[in-house]
């Protein structure tokens, strides 16, 4: 998060979760392994806790955690539990940008987009086991 905690259990608090979205402005190299790595014309370091900065500078290069990550945290600092923290990252944005109402669901009509993870309650993180998109797997 850009955010520090305190700010996050606050907007939680304050908004309601149905007027939340939880998205992640991941840069190129978030997620990959800690070590440096070519982008663009920049040498990028990935750290062991998954910031960016640009290798040998100490500035930040840019948000390096996932989606996977975010919604962990989300749960760890608002003490919100995983099926109330879902719908930010799924049916919440849906319904901002108007798509049609049967996503996010699992019924005959809806689209089979699907991601399947384990995550137990004070994971760092969600593993992801497998992603569908319109039922085909792509991940």
Request: net charge positive; aromatic share 8%; hydrophobic share 40%.
């Amino acid at each position: 998060f850009h955010l520090p905690a305190s700010a996050v259990k606050v907007f939680a608090r304050t908004k309601g979760l149905e007027r939340l979205i939880l998205t992640s402005d991941v840069a190129l190299a978030g997620g990959l392994n800690p070590g440096i790595y070519r982008w663009g014309n920049k040498e990028v370091e990935v750290f062991t806790d998954n910031h960016l900065g640009l290798t040998g500078t100490g500035i930040l290069a840019g948000a390096g955690h996932l989606l996977n990550w975010d919604i962990a945290h989300f749960i760890r600092f608002t003490g919100n539990n995983l099926a109330n923290t879902i719908p930010l990252c799924t049916i919440n944005p849906a319904k901002i940008i108007e798509m049609p109402c049967n996503y996010g669901k699992l019924e005959l009509s809806a689209p089979a987009n699907l991601t399947l993870f384990h995550y137990q309650t004070g994971d760092d993180r969600l593993q992801i086991v497998r992603t569908l998109r319109k039922g085909s797997v792509i991940f």
